[in-house]
C-alpha cells in the first residue's frame, strides 16, 4: 500500500510539465540580475492581475487600497510596499474560502503545514504547482548536491511511520516506486538505531534528507553505536538550523557533505546550498522581502522578516505573506558558482529544544498534534520531566472535552505512556525577535 501510493505520489509531481519546468529551471540558472530582476517583474504582474480579477480576498483589498487594473500593468516591484501584509491568522480563516481563485485548475488538493505552533494553514496544490515546485526542488537542491531524484534516498519527514509511541517497529517503511525509505522521526533511540540501519543497507540508500535534527539524532546514535554505515553521496537537510557540528557528524558517519535548504509547504520562497558553500534564494519561486520592524529593507549583514510573494501558485496567491521566519542577508553577494542569486547567511531561528523520552529517544517534530481544531490559534509544548508534559494554548474559543483528549491521545502516540495537561492562556512569551518556541525540554541528555 505505501509503493500504492508512492506511484500516485511520484505521478503527481513528475508528470505532466514536470519535464518541460525542469529545463526552463536550468535555462534561468545563471540569469543576470538584471533578468531575474524582468523575470519577477513580468510574473508578479500576471500574478496581481489573476488576483484583482479571480481572487476575492484581492478583488476587495485592492479595491480598497485603489490598485486598479491599469496600475497593476504598470507595477513594479518597489510598488510592493504599497500591499497590506498577509498574516498566519488571515490565511487560517481564508485559505480554503475567500483566498482561493474561482478559476478552477486541474488536480486541486489541500496540503496543511507542520502545525507545530498552532492551527496548521491550508495550502492548496494542483498538478501544475507541485510539478513547478518538484522541478524547482530537483535543479535547485537535489542536482547542487549531485544527485537526482532516482537515487535512492533516506527520509525523515512528518508522516507517522508507526501508529503508536511504543512498538517493536520496524521503524521505516519501503517507498519502490521512489526507491525511498521513510523513516520515523518518533523513535530514534539507541535500542532501535540498528533497525534504521538495516533499511540503509537492505535498501542500498545514497543519500538522506529531511528534518535537520531528526537526521542528526540518527547519525549521533549510530556513531555512539560504533556501527558502520554505506557511504553517502549527499545530506539534505531542511525545516530546522543545521549547525557546524552537525555537519561535522554527517561527514564522520557517512563520509559526505551537507546541504541545506529552506522552503515550507507554502512555496512561496526557496532557499538551497550551492556546490560552493552558499544559501542561494530562487527568484522564481517567489519575492522575499527581507524586513526591518518599520518595513524597509535591511541591509546585508542584518537580520530582517521574511514577507514572501510566491510567484508559482495563481490558485491561492500568498501576496506579502508573513511567513514567520528571520532571515539574515549576506554581506557578500558574490559567489564562486557563477549564480546571480541573493545569498543569505542563515535562517535565523529554526532550533527548537529537544524532547527526550522515557526509553532515551529524542525528538523535536510534534507534527500534527493540532491539525484539525481550527480554535487553536498558538500553541505551546513544555517537558518537564520524562514523563511529564505541559501544553499552552492561545484559543480563539475554549477546546471542548473532546478536543483536549485528542490532543493527549496525539502526544501519547509519540511518547507512550506520559502524563499531559493542558493550559488556555493569553498569550505565550516572546523571544527577543518576538517568536516564540513551539517546544521547551527542561530534560537534558
Known sequence: MISAYGWYWKKRRFGGIYRVELEKFKAREFYTNDEFIHYQKNELRKLLLHA???????????????????????????????????SKNDLRLNGTSALISSNVSKGRAFYASSGSTGTPVQ???????????????ENRVRNWAGITFKDARGMIGGRRVVPDGESKGPFYRYNMFEHQVYY????????????????????????????????YFLARFIEEAGISVPTMNAVITSSEKLTDEMRATFQRVYGCRTYDSYSGVEACGLISECEKGSLHISP?????????????????GEVGEAVCTGLLNFDQPLIRYQIGDRIRLSLHQHCECGRNMPIVDEIVGR?????????????VRFHGIFIGIPSIIEGQIIQHTL?????????????????????????????????????????????????FKAVISNVKR
Not at 477546546?399 to 506520559?418: A, D, F, P, W, Y
Not at 492562556?425 to 516572546?430: A, L, Y
Open 123 to 137: 495550502i492548496v496544490y494542483t498538478h501544475d504547482l507541485h510539478q513547478k515546485m518538484t522541478a524547482a526542488m
Open 52 to 86: 484583482y480579477q479571480t481572487v476575492p480576498y484581492y478583488t476587495s483589498l485592492f479595491d480598497q487600497i485603489g490598485l486598479t487594473q491599469a496600475k497593476i500593468e504598470n507595477f513594479e516591484l518597489s510598488d510592493l510596499k504599497s500591499i497590506p501584509y498577509l
Open 284 to 300: 522564481e519561486i517567489g519575492i522575499i522581502e527581507l524586513l526591518d520592524e518599520e518595513g524597509n529593507p535591511v541591509l546585508p
Open 184 to 215: 520515523s522521526a518518533y523513535h530514534i533511540g539507541n535500542k532501535t538505531i540498528q533497525d534504521y540501519v538495516h533499511a540503509m543497507k537492505k535498501y542500498n540508500v545514497k543519500w538522506m534528507t529531511g528534518y535537520t535534527m531528526s537526521n
Open 351 to 363: 532550533t527548537e529544544d529537544v524532547v527526550i523520552g522515557q526509553d532515551g529517544r529524542e525528538m
Open 387 to 435: 514523563s511529564s508534559f505541559e501544553i499552552k494554548l492561545v484559543v480563539a474559543t475554549s477546546l471542548s472535552k473532546e478536543e483536549n483528549e485528542l490532543i493527549v491521545t496525539r502526544m501519547k502516540s509519540q511518547l507512550g505512556n506520559i502524563e499531559v495537561t493542558i493550559h488556555e492562556v493569553d498569550s505565550i512569551p516572546r523571544t527577543a525577535n518576538g517568536k
